[in-house]
Nanobody, 129 residues
Framework: QVQLAEFGGGLVQPGGSLRVSCVFSGVQFQNFAIGWFRQAPGKEREGVAVIGDSIDGEKKYYADSAKDRFIVSRDNGKKTAYLQLNRLTPEDTAVYYC????????????????????WGQGTQVTVSS
């Protein structure tokens, strides 16, 4: 049974950085895209970034809110994906989730929830002075 678990959330000051991790339990981690989403208080969950699988060369996709600030990566040997959060602002405060992608290979992700079918429980990131 595939499971995902996020780690690394916490409290960080505005302008600071944080790295959250997504640990995958199950087989063939490298064959699945991993997406990152977040949900701020009172708001709907939104897509942040996706890193593709090994078939499509681990392509990276970013939402506008994440471009030039966040970096998605993965270590297939450790079955772990990462989301590096830089230059954080209070508007980045949210629960961050990772999820396993449904599609593999040459598929262009929209970073939408319906493209993912296994979700972690989330990790809280709070940006505050």
């Amino acid at each position: 049974q595939v499971q995902l678990a996020e780690f690394g959330g916490g409290l960080v000051q505005p302008g600071g950085s944080l790295r959250v991790s997504c640990v995958f339990s199950g087989v063939q981690f490298q064959n699945f895209a991993i997406g990152w989403f977040r949900q701020a208080p009172g708001k709907e969950r939104e897509g942040v970034a996706v890193i593709g699988d090994s078939i499509d060369g681990e392509k990276k996709y970013y939402a506008d809110s994440a471009k030039d600030r966040f970096i998605v990566s993965r270590d297939n040997g450790k079955k772990t994906a990462y989301l590096q959060l830089n230059r954080l602002t209070p508007e980045d405060t949210a629960v961050y989730y990772c999820a396993r992608g449904i599609y593999s290979g040459n598929y262009h992700y929209r970073i939408a929830e319906d493209e993912f079918n296994v979700w972690g429980q989330g990790t809280q990131v709070t940006v505050s002075s």
